[in-house]
């Protein structure tokens, strides 16, 4: 499958499908004829597993690797600095070809370094995640500040996405379901019919079939690529995507970063956002089978015990999303509506501790 992608600054194919990667030599031939040097940013896992075979069918090119830690911790200045340094000890130029393989830690951090080395050369996304099958398109790369998560970055967008669906089963379970919210996400926000069908024929994230498995990220990927062609820098509807992300990061920051992953925490961010737009809103929405079957699923649906509500109020309002001090959360109307509402502290408050009190 193919699915074109389309923003202001660049259009690019995103070829979904197993095998897929197999297509990369020819593809990197047509576009990049002269290309120097191609390196291939992976991380420990992926690396353990795939780099060889990777290597093995880009032997036709002068190819190089670069490993980094896996998973958040590649995201940091030491980390990108090491990438910058091999890059310049490898004499990369501007006709070099950078390919991010793995997740949406290394998507961000290479997408980063190539946004960022001689003020930017080519890179090509080869996810191996599926939360990557929302990473991967849009052009949002970033590193992590101390301060805070991915406050360090760039929209730049990649040539090519090439997403080769035979990498994702290794993928650990908990990572499943990270990557599964985004898709829950992708439906809730703006197609009722495609969250219906999820609900309806996902039943164990374990043994998905490669067609469920490659509909469900291709109709993401759609959806994803709908929303960026619409607003590439996130003036506008681009912010609908972070549905369950203003709870979500708080609840991942407070935790801990690595204690619950980001989709994990993000879709309890989302029940709350639900009951929040049935409270506001009116949105006619029944809680019951959908958070049962998420718990079949082996999500989480409370919000962890030990994480305060005032805690995590403050920490929604440094959100760099928050405006003027303000926490906006993406509610619902109805499902595939979404709207953006203001939220006073008091009320966000309220409002947890209620969702504590209920859901334990
Ligand atoms: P990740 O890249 O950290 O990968 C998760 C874990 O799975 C890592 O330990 C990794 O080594 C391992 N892994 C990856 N592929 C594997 C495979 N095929 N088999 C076995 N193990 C594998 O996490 P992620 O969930 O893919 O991405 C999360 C990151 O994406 C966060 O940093 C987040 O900020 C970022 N993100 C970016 C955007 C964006 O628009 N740029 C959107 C959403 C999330
Ligand atoms: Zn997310």
């Given at each position: 499958?193919?699915?074109?992608?389309?923003?202001?600054s660049?259009?690019?194919?995103?070829?979904?499908?197993?095998?897929?990667?197999?297509e990369?030599?020819?593809?990197?031939?047509?576009?990049?004829?002269?290309?120097?040097?191609?390196l291939?940013?992976?991380?420990?896992?992926?690396?353990?597993r795939y780099?060889?075979?990777l290597?093995?069918?880009?032997s036709n090119?002068?190819?190089?690797?670069?490993?980094?830690?896996?998973?958040?911790?590649?995201?940091?200045?030491?980390?990108y600095?090491?990438?910058?340094?091999?890059?310049l000890?490898?004499k990369?130029?501007?006709?070099s070809?950078?390919?991010?393989?793995?997740?949406?830690?290394?998507g961000?951090?290479?997408?980063f370094?190539?946004?960022?080395?001689?003020r930017?050369i080519?890179?090509?996304q080869?996810p191996?995640?599926?939360?990557?099958?929302?990473?991967?398109?849009g052009?949002?790369?970033?590193?992590?500040?101390?301060?805070?998560?991915?406050?360090?970055?760039?929209f730049y967008?990649?040539e090519?996405?090439?997403?080769?669906?035979?990498?994702?089963?290794?993928?650990p379970q908990?990572?499943?379901?990270?990557g599964?919210?985004?898709?829950?996400?992708?439906?809730?926000?703006h197609d009722?019919?495609f969250?219906?069908?999820l609900?309806?024929?996902i039943?164990?994230?374990?043994?998905?079939?490669?067609?469920q498995?490659?509909?469900?990220?291709?109709?993401?990927?759609?959806?994803?690529?709908?929303?960026v062609?619409?607003d590439?820098?996130?003036?506008g509807?681009r912010?609908?995507l972070?549905?369950?992300?203003?709870?979500?990061?708080?609840i991942?920051g407070?935790?801990?970063?690595?204690?619950?992953?980001?989709?994990?925490?993000?879709?309890?961010g989302?029940?709350?956002?639900?009951?929040?737009?049935k409270?506001?809103?009116?949105?006619s929405?029944?809680?019951?089978?959908?958070?049962s079957?998420?718990?079949?699923?082996?999500?989480?649906?409370?919000?962890?015990?030990?994480?305060?509500?005032?805690?995590?109020?403050?920490?929604?309002?440094q959100d760099?999303?928050?405006?003027g001090?303000?926490i906006?959360?993406?509610?619902l109307?109805?499902v595939?509506s979404?709207?953006?509402?203001?939220?006073?502290?008091?009320?966000?408050?309220q409002?947890?501790?209620?969702?504590?009190?209920?859901?334990?």
């Open positions: 499958e193919e699915i074109i992608i389309h923003t202001s660049k259009d690019y194919p995103v070829f979904v499908g197993s095998g897929v990667i197999e990369l030599p020819a593809f990197i031939k047509e576009r990049f004829p002269s290309v120097t040097t191609i291939i940013m992976t991380d420990q896992n992926v690396g353990e780099l060889s075979l290597m093995g069918i880009l090119f002068n190819r190089t690797h670069f490993i980094v830690p896996n998973g958040e911790s590649a995201k940091t200045f030491e980390v600095h090491k990438c910058l340094t091999y890059c000890e490898q990369l130029d501007r006709k070809l950078i390919l991010s393989f793995g997740g949406g830690a290394v961000d951090l290479s997408g370094v190539a946004a960022t080395f001689m930017g080519p890179f090509i080869l191996t995640t599926i939360l990557a099958h929302d990473s991967a398109v052009g949002k790369v970033a590193i992590n500040h101390p301060l805070g998560k991915n406050m360090i970055g760039a967008q990649p090519a996405v090439f997403y080769d669906l035979s990498f994702l089963s290794t993928l908990n990572e499943r379901r990270s599964f919210a985004e898709v829950i996400k992708h439906g809730l926000i009722q019919k969250f219906d069908w609900l309806e024929n039943t164990d994230l374990h043994h998905l079939t490669t067609e498995l490659g509909y469900m990220l291709e109709i993401g990927i759609r959806i994803k690529g709908a929303i062609s619409e590439e820098k996130e003036v509807v912010s609908y972070n549905f369950g992300h203003t709870l979500g990061h708080a991942e407070e935790a801990g970063y690595g204690q619950i992953t980001h989709g994990e925490a993000v879709m309890i989302m029940l709350f956002a639900l009951r929040l737009s409270e506001i809103l009116d949105l929405f029944n809680m019951e089978p959908f958070e079957w998420l718990t079949k699923l082996g999500y989480r649906i409370e919000i962890p015990n030990e994480l305060d509500p005032n805690r995590l109020v403050a920490r929604m309002k760099k999303k928050s405006v001090g303000e906006q959360f993406v509610l109307d109805r595939g979404p709207v953006l509402k203001k939220i006073s502290d008091d009320f966000l408050l409002q947890i501790s209620a969702y504590k009190e209920e859901v334990r």
